[in-house]
């Protein structure tokens, strides 16, 4: 099945009769290209306000052991309440990516790194929008809605390498729509996604809207289907086929595949406590973006006489359910639903090559770069960004004072001291699914909610609690002749218990 694109308008176009040195200079310094160096800026700046990412630091924990005892986590060996429990390190290859960068240049080869993967995603939301027939100018407007759209999940995180092989899988199927070939790319791709992370489920998906929607022919007002030729079908459904297979090639088998299952049927309580596994709200900034979405959508069906391919209807559809059920995939439809919105809106007048002026361009390109680059934060800077956030001063009282005995620690603390302080075993930390699965999670929240809080610490013999200043533990304890507080300071306060008897007791 062949798709018509418009190539009128290619980034860097320029007449066949141009000598070859301008049409490169066109192609490099033309107003496209300002545009995605603009919006590259702009996702600069979400990497470097979204930095202190909590679960960073278990996820170099993990990849540390492996690099180093050459061996995968099976079973919780960090935790105090957990440990010996199976766990298995379902993010791996990602971890492994985020420590290789931090060995080889601390801080700044984190936010290098996420900040590539994430240029690489919206690049190719821009190109993929230009490629289905947008201005240049529409291309750019849809791709930074996408940019504000994946806001949620903007940071350090395994899951940006999961969107970069939904990325992947997307030009994939846009190449063999217009060439018929490069379909044995899949089954590696998806090979490496399911031990970069879980959302692998997702392309799986995608790719079975894409083989469904072209099942059958026909036309109904704007919406149109044509089917895929026997070869092209067939060709879907060994790829398919063979990518399921490539699902198995991890160091875990087949736990590692049904682990999404067990996320959606056990986990309950993390997409409860979770803030991005909520779903959307409309007063909040991500409910706008959605709100905007959907009118968007409105909008292009109301408007546009384009007519509208059977699969981006239910690409559309899907990804709208998904972002609207959980706010972390607000990312997801982004990148799914932009390219197909960018050719409708029509809001510029159209990109016009011949009027080009490189040299301005060039300089604007190059003032882009420029203050990039002196924007980029030093290494001190993103070191004094964790500092101000987790609780480096605190960690340090307590190594000097010798502190020992269980500890009640923030949920958002407990991987920042399993790597800067393994010494001390945690209550809880951000491997949510190990947690829930042993009733540790419910158990933390309670205690947290003060529901059973003086129990709950003596059923696992606390004798610190370690939390922001902020939390309401901190007033109940302090009112307790139990339990004084030994340090505090703006980011964390650490409380000890003073007699031996329960805790209760007043």
């Known amino acids: 099945m062949a798709t018509t694109y418009h190539t009128s308008t290619a980034p860097g176009a320029a007449e066949s009769t141009t000598p070859s040195h301008k049409r490169w200079l066109v192609g490099v310094f033309s107003f496209p290209v300002v545009c995605m160096v603009l919006m590259i800026g702009r996702v600069l700046m979400f990497c470097v306000q979204q930095f202190t990412e909590s679960d960073l630091w278990w996820h170099l924990r993990n990849a540390y052991n492996l690099l180093h005892y050459h061996s995968l986590s099976r079973i919780d060996s960090y935790s105090f309440t957990a440990a010996g429990t199976p766990w298995i390190s379902f993010e791996w290859l990602s971890e492994v990516a985020y420590y290789l960068a931090f060995r080889a240049a601390g801080l700044q080869g984190i936010l290098m790194l996420f900040f590539a993967v994430l240029i690489v995603i919206f690049t190719a939301v821009y190109y993929r929008s230009w490629r289905a027939g947008a201005n240049c100018k529409d291309a750019a407007v849809t791709t930074f809605v996408a940019i504000c759209m994946g806001g949620v999940s903007i940071a350090p995180r395994t899951l940006l390498f999961g969107w970069l092989c939904m990325t992947g899988l997307l030009l994939v199927l846009d190449n063999f729509r217009r060439t018929g070939k490069n379909l044995w790319l899949l089954p590696p791709l998806f090979a490496f996604w399911i031990n970069f992370h879980g959302s692998w489920p997702f392309g799986i998906v995608v790719l079975l809207i894409t083989i469904v929607a072209g099942l059958v022919e026909g036309q109904w007002g704007l919406v149109t289907a044509t089917r895929w030729t026997r070869q092209e079908l067939r060709n879907l459904l060994l790829a398919l086929a063979a990518s399921a297979a490539a699902l198995f090639a991890n160091p875990f088998g087949y736990k590692l595949v049904f682990y999404p299952l067990d996320l959606l049927l056990h986990q309950k309580g993390v997409m409860n406590f979770i803030e991005e596994w909520s779903p959307v709200e409309f007063g909040t900034v ?221």
């Open 286 to 506: 991500n409910g706008t973006l959605a709100l905007a979405l959907i009118f968007g959508l409105l909008a292009a069906a109301l408007f546009s006489q384009l007519p509208w391919k059977l699969e981006d209807v239910l690409l559309t559809a899907f990804s709208l359910w998904a972002a609207l059920s959980h706010v972390r995939f607000l990312f997801f439809a982004g990148i799914i639903i932009m390219p197909i919105l960018a050719p409708r809106l029509r809001l510029f007048p159209p990109y016009e090559p011949e009027r080009e002026k490189v040299w301005f361009n060039a300089v604007i390109i190059a003032c882009l770069i420029g203050a990039m680059i002196w924007y980029f934060p030093s290494q001190s800077k993103l070191q004094s960004m964790f500092d101000d956030e987790y609780p480096k001063a605190a960690l340090a009282f307590m190594e000097k004072h010798n502190i020992q005995g269980n500890i009640f620690n923030q949920y958002k603390f407990g991987g920042y001291m399993e790597f800067h302080a393994p010494q001390y075993k945690t209550f809880i930390d951000g491997r949510a699914d190990l947690f829930t699965h042993t009733g540790i999670f419910d158990d933390y929240l309670r205690a947290s909610a003060l529901k059973n809080t003086f129990k709950i610490l003596d059923r696992y013999n606390i004798r610190y609690v370690f939390v922001q200043p902020t939390e309401p533990i901190i007033y109940l304890l302090r009112h307790s002749h139990s339990w004084k507080v030994i340090y505090s300071d703006n980011v964390a306060v650490l409380l000890e218990r003073t007699t031996t008897g329960a805790a209760s007791a007043r």
